[in-house]
Nanobody
Framework: QVQLVESGGGLVQRGGSLRLSCAAD????????MAWFRQAPGKQRELVAA???????HYADFVQARFTIDRAPQKNTAYLQMDNLEPEDSATYFC?????????????????????WGQGAQVTVSS
């Protein structure tokens, strides 16, 4: 079992920035894809951004060039740089990682096919 540990959430004002980090507790694991999802109260979990082991990235439309996903060289750590945050971005942000190639499942919202999740990091943006 792989454990994903997220950090970097918090409270920020509108227009501010946060950087989320996600690290696996097993250094020998190699992830084909890593992604960030978010879930606000009463809403479904939705994809924010994803990156695969070839560097291909995908962003949700609502990101609008404000967020950047990247991976550490060892590739089992992922980051989400969030700039120009809006109150609508307030949610719990979850890290996802896949040992098998799941890039299309991530893009198509097939959460039922995804394996490893972090515990969530709370992001709150005040107006």
């Amino acid at each position: 079992q792989v454990q994903l540990v997220e950090s970097g959430g918090g409270l920020v004002q509108r227009g501010g920035s946060l950087r989320l980090s996600c690290a696996a507790d097993r250094a020998l694991v190699t992830f084909r894809t890593m992604a960030w999802f978010r879930q606000a109260p009463g809403k479904q979990r939705e994809l924010v951004a994803a990156v695969n082991d070839l560097g291909r990235t995908h962003y949700a439309d609502f990101v609008q060039a404000r967020f950047t996903i990247d991976r550490a060289p060892q590739k089992n750590t992922a980051y989400l740089q969030m700039d120009n945050l809006e109150p609508e971005d307030s949610a719990t942000y979850f890290c996802n990682a896949e040992i098998r190639s799941r890039f299309n499942d991530l893009i198509n919202g097939r959460l039922d096919r995804l394996d490893f999740w972090g515990q969530g990091a709370q992001v709150t943006v005040s107006s």
